[in-house]
């Protein structure tokens, strides 16, 4: 049986992909929901979710930069992909390209591989992304651990370190040192694989304006990171 025959690719509510992406996706939070789909099998249960949520950053918008200012183009980020395990040989890669399909067009699409989670895009690659290298570090890239909880660099700052540390806090010193002294640990983190998909009619003009330069793909070993479980997987439509 075909892959079209045996699964659906839809648009869902998005409360139907929050167990998704705070159990099984690595990340643990919600991301701005602009369109979400999900993958569902011949049981009529969800079993894979794909979110796409607004551009990344100022960079992005209408393609602004990306374009060196000679295209506008709606962009938007492919922001979580999760499924459940399967043995199902390019299930995800279908999942993936059906819904590139069902986002309104034109538009161009940025996605990360994140390589401290030792990913390399490998199904950015089979659905024929664009790779054009490694994000450049930000400011907050730095990933911030206490106890079994993470944080993120850009929910870090005196405001909220004060408030997760209460009467701990010492106001005599930094609140990056606060952190640390409390058993916190800060971690700074790699850049991550940035690719891009065009979903234009005129696909060639905007990568030969695009300000970077379209890479041979990288290949490293993927490795598969610990989630947590769902209670009842069953979603019926």
């Known amino acids: ?50 979110v796409f949520s607004p551009s990344p950053s100022r960079f992005w918008n209408n393609g602004g930069k990306l374009f060196n200012g000679k295209h506008q183009i709606d962009v ?24 590139l399909k069902l986002i309104p067009k034109p ?38 651990y206490i106890g079994d909880k993470k944080y993120h660099g850009r929910n870090m700052n005196i405001e909220f370190t004060r408030k997760l540390l209460g009467f701990k806090y010492d106001e005599t010193i930094s609140w990056k040192q606060n952190f640390i002294n409390n058993g916190g640990k800060i971690v700074k983190q790699l850049p991550k694989h940035r690719y891009i998909f065009i979903n234009s009619k005129n696909k060639k003009k905007l990568i030969d304006d695009m300000i970077y330069e379209p890479m041979p793909y990288p290949k490293t070993k993927n490795k598969n990171y610990k989630t947590g479980d769902i209670n009842g997987t069953r979603f019926l439509f």
């Open 76 to 99: 938007f980020e492919l922001s979580r992909l999760v499924l459940l395990e399967h043995d199902c040989k390019n299930l995800t890669s279908f999942f993936v390209g059906s819904c």
């Open 107 to 144: 538009n161009v699409i940025v996605s990360y591989a994140d390589i401290n989670q030792n990913h390399c895009g490998y199904i950015y690659q089979a659905t024929n992304f664009i790779y054009v290298g490694e994000a450049e570090p930000k400011n907050k890239s730095f990933d911030f």
């Open 1 to 50: 049986m075909s892959l079209k025959n045996k699964y659906r690719v839809r648009s869902i509510p998005n409360h139907f992909a929050k167990e998704f992406l705070i159990y099984k996706h690595y990340a643990k939070r919600l991301p701005i929901m602009q369109f979400v789909f999900g993958l569902i099998d011949d049981n009529n249960d969800l079993i894979g979710v794909c």
